[in-house]
Structure formats: C-alpha cells, structure tokens
C-alpha cells in the first residue's frame, strides 16, 4: 500500500526534523507515502544519534538527511531543492532563556527569509508550510481571538514572564514569513497549535509534553500555564499540516487548538483515569493566575473538513506511554 502511496505522492522538507513536532511530522509524512528530506543542525563528528528517524517505516527508502543551520539560511537550499512543499519547523526552543532576545530574532528572522528564498529559488516548491503557534496570536489583551489576531510583543515583554522571549521570536517571525510570501507570490500557509502533547519519538523531552504533564510530575511553575487552556495531540497537528498542505484552497493562517479545559477539569480527568498519580487540592489552584489560551475556535481549520481525531484520553495515554518507555516516569 505504502508503494501505491509514493506513486502519487511527492518529495517534501521538513526542517527542524529531530525536534518533537519535526520528528513525528516526518513519522506521518513517511506513512502517508511521501518522500521526505529532513534538515539537522551540523554535526560534524557524526556523534548525533538520529535512529529514531532512520529507523522509521519507509525511512530507508524515503528518508533523506541534510546539515543546515539558522544561522546560515543558505545550507537549507540542498535540501529544498527539487521539493514539492516544505514544511518549515526549525525554531530554537529555548524556554530556559541562554541566548538573548536579539540573538534569537536575528537567527530566526534571518533564517525564515533565507528559506523562503531558497523555496523560490528551486522553482519546484508548490507551497510551503509555516509552523506557528498560538502564542503568536492570543496574547493581546483581547477576548475575541481569531486567525486575525496577532499577539502585542510589547505587552508580552511587561510580563517578563516564562517563555516571553519564544513568544516573541515566535510572532515577529510569522509576521516576517507573511509579508515575505505576500510580496514575492510564494504560496504560503500557517498554522497555529496550541500546546502539543502526546506521544514522541524524539530521545528528548518536549517541553510542550512537560507543561501539559505539570499535574503528574508536581512541576508547580507551570500550573498557571494549564489553568486555563488547550491542548492538541501532536498527530492531529502532523495531520492539520498535512491537509493544509494538500488543500488547493488553503490560504493564510489557521488555528489548531484540540482541546479546551480548567485546570479544575484536568485535575478531575487525570484523577478518574490514573488514580495511581495525586492531584493538587482545588484551594491551592484557587489562586492562580493563568496564561489563558481557551475560547480559541478552530472554525476555520474545521471548515476546510478537517476532523480531530484525538481527545485528551488520547493524549495523556500517549504522553505517559512514551515517559515511561524512556524511564522518565
């Protein structure tokens, strides 16, 4: 079947390949029978272990592996070369803040236009897709949040809050690919995941999976990022992208946020399906003050026939699933 797939299905690039969203793209790209070039920071001494990505089905046949790095846009053009589509999903994740805000906007901005450029360049690409995040649109202030919102950068560095300078990368970089597709003709479409969560394939740990399993781990720093929120299954993003993707009418941004809920809410969840893990008292939650990322619709993604396949059954089940397979839990 798989052989029948890769008759009608193309060569795409995924960057940012051995990161968790990267990982399990090229994983779902492999089974819906594309062929797939995957970009790696450079490794010289080979000592990067990167099975967890050759060794997937199809991979042996289908699986390409490029050096590439931000900070020189121009390594990505081998791998785009000859590409129908890519996916762009190289971003540095840098939630415990080593680099500063200006080194990571220049690398980041730098890089989306070098990419974006090598995706015109090869003459071949038919559409690329941005990986976003809804961070990028929901932090303005503003109740009404739709794919026309665009998160305040200022507002979010007042905050000094965790993760303000990704948020910040995040927005300007999104806003940067937009204009840059819009000027130049190239077709280009976003989207927007809320917190991902879920299994993985990659050695490390996600911190998007750490977050959503704040209440099993006792992580008490990131109690006010779930209390009120939502959450989507990694492959239901894979698979966003993918129908996006191979969409003729696709066009702009487009929201992915699954699932929303209180930390109230989880709490009753996680307590009714893993009795074996104690939850925080309802009184030491009361007092929270939350990084509200709920009464975010999909209606646009869910409009274009788009179906998620995932509740949060799903991806609690997966997200301890692959802890435990690591020893991390």
């Avoid at 399990?24 to 272990?49: A, C, F, H, Q």
């Avoid at 665009?150 to 999104?174: M, N």
């Avoid at 050695?203 to 959450?231: C, E, F, R, W």
């Avoid at 209180?262 to 009753?268: A, F, G, K, Q, R």
């Amino acid at each position: 079947m798989v052989e029948d797939n890769n008759k009608t299905k193309g060569r795409v690039c995924v960057t940012g390949g051995t990161g968790y969203l990267g990982s399990w793209m090229v994983k779902r790209l492999l089974e819906d029978g594309y062929s797939v070039n995957i970009t790696i920071r450079i490794d010289p001494d080979r000592k990067r272990d990167i099975s967890y990505l050759t060794n997937l089905p199809g991979a042996s046949e289908r699986l390409k592996i490029f050096n590439a790095d931000l900070d020189n846009p121009t390594s990505f053009a081998a791998a785009i070369e000859g590409c129908d589509g890519v996916f762009h999903m190289a971003h540095p994740l840098d939630f415990e803040e080593k680099e500063s805000e200006e080194t990571k906007i220049k690398r980041v901005t730098t890089g989306v236009q070098g990419i974006l450029q090598a995706c015109i360049d090869s003459k071949t690409v038919k559409r690329v897709m941005y990986t976003s995040s809804i961070s990028a649109a929901a932090l303005n202030g503003s109740t009404q949040i739709d794919e026309n919102s665009w998160t305040d950068v200022d507002l979010v560095r007042s905050f000094g809050a965790f993760g303000g300078p990704y948020v910040v990368t995040k927005t300007l970089a999104e806003k940067i690919a937009l204009e840059f597709a819009e000027k130049s003709g190239l077709d280009l479409v976003s989207v927007l995941p809320t917190w991902t969560t879920g299994p993985f394939i990659c050695p490390h740990l996600p911190d998007s999976v750490q977050v959503a399993m704040a209440l099993i781990l006792g992580t008490k720093q990131h109690y006010n990022l779930l209390k009120s929120t939502s959450l989507v299954h990694v492959d239901d993003v894979a698979r966003a992208h993918i129908h996006l993707f191979e969409d003729p009418n696709a066009k702009g941004r487009y929201l992915c946020t699954g699932v929303e809920f209180s930390i109230e809410e989880l709490c009753d969840f996680i307590s009714k399906r893993y009795p074996q893990y104690e939850m925080p008292t309802a009184d030491s939650l009361k007092d929270l003050i939350p990084l509200k990322l709920s009464g975010i619709p999909s209606k646009k993604l869910l409009e274009t026939g788009f179906k998620y396949e995932n509740g949060l059954e799903e991806m609690f089940d997966g997200a301890i699933r692959s802890y435990k397979e690591k020893g991390l839990l």
